[in-house]
Nanobody, 124 residues
Framework: QVQLVESGGGLVQPGGSLRLSCAAS????????MAWYRQAPGKERELVAAITSGGSTDYVNSVKGRFTISRDNAKNTVYLQMNSLKPEDTAVYYC??????????????????WGRGTLVTVSS
């Protein structure tokens, strides 16, 4: 019914930048919170950044001042601009969205949707 597709991952040198995108599609009535999570090898998945439909943001301490989350509500898309990347940022990055699905007839229910992930590797 609803899908999230991430893009923009890849290999970058320490100090470099990447921009991740995540587009939602399907029977979407509205999306409240959207977020980026990451999971490094051998570690648990952690919340990196989140943004509400009104634009309020929150970040994990380790990325504050380096990462910026933003969204385009008209396109149902969330972005993560990552600057000053460090090797410890290496992980699979997952998009997450709290979706009210439905149609022009009205809302039908709530879903928490995950993307399949995009790999970010920071290495020289």
């Amino acid at each position: 019914q609803v899908q999230l597709v991430e893009s923009g991952g890849g290999l970058v040198q320490p100090g470099g930048s990447l921009r991740l995108s995540c587009a939602a599609s399907g029977s979407i009535f509205s999306i409240s919170a959207m977020a980026w999570y990451r999971q490094a090898p051998g570690k648990e998945r952690e919340l990196v950044a989140a943004i509400t439909s009104g634009g309020s943001t929150d970040y994990v301490n380790s990325v504050k001042g380096r990462f910026t989350i933003s969204r385009d509500n008209a396109k149902n898309t969330v972005y993560l601009q990552m600057n000053s990347l460090k090797p410890e940022d290496t992980a699979v990055y997952y998009c997450n969205a709290a979706v009210l699905y439905g149609s022009v007839a009205g809302p039908a229910g709530h879903l928490e949707v995950w993307g399949r992930g995009t790999l970010v590797t920071v290495s020289s």
